[in-house]
């Protein structure tokens, strides 16, 4: 049975529901990162990939493929040689602009100290052993 595109609840009508209905939308690894750079305009493929830098040609076609079927990303193909194709962000996508910066926010102030601690308790371990 194909669960890819299947979402993750039948219902969302609890109270916390939305969040987990959004985190459906926008969660995966380049989604967020994908989002935030597509705040400043439309981008190509390859400006989009060098902007980000370490993610795969692969990966980063997958993740636009989901959020544009999410109705978050325009594609847009022109009929040149070679193929020129852009992605930009569509009204719903720019409605997350304000969530986007609140996570880029609290990131730059909690998130990195978190990983760092993370990362020091792990190569406190491997030194134990």
């Not at 969040?19 to 705040?39: C, D, P, Q, R, S």
Request: glycine share 6%; with cysteine; net charge positive.
């Amino acid at each position: 049975m194909d669960t890819k595109n299947k979402p993750r609840h039948t219902s969302y009508e609890l109270p916390a529901c939305p969040v987990e209905a959004t985190l459906e939308l926008i969660g995966g690894k380049w989604k967020g990162v994908i989002l935030f750079y597509l705040f400043d305009g439309r981008l190509r493929f390859s400006e989009l990939k060098r902007k980000i830098g370490c993610v795969t040609q692969r990966m980063l076609t997958k993740q636009l493929r989901e959020l544009e079927a999410a109705g978050l990303v325009n594609r847009i193909v022109y009929a040149e040689v070679p193929p020129r194709v852009e992605y930009e962000l569509t009204e719903e996508g720019k409605s997350l602009k304000p969530i986007v910066k609140s996570l880029k926010k609290w990131g730059e102030e909690h998130a990195m100290d978190l990983i760092n601690e993370r990362h020091q308790a792990v190569l406190s371990e491997q030194a134990c052993e």
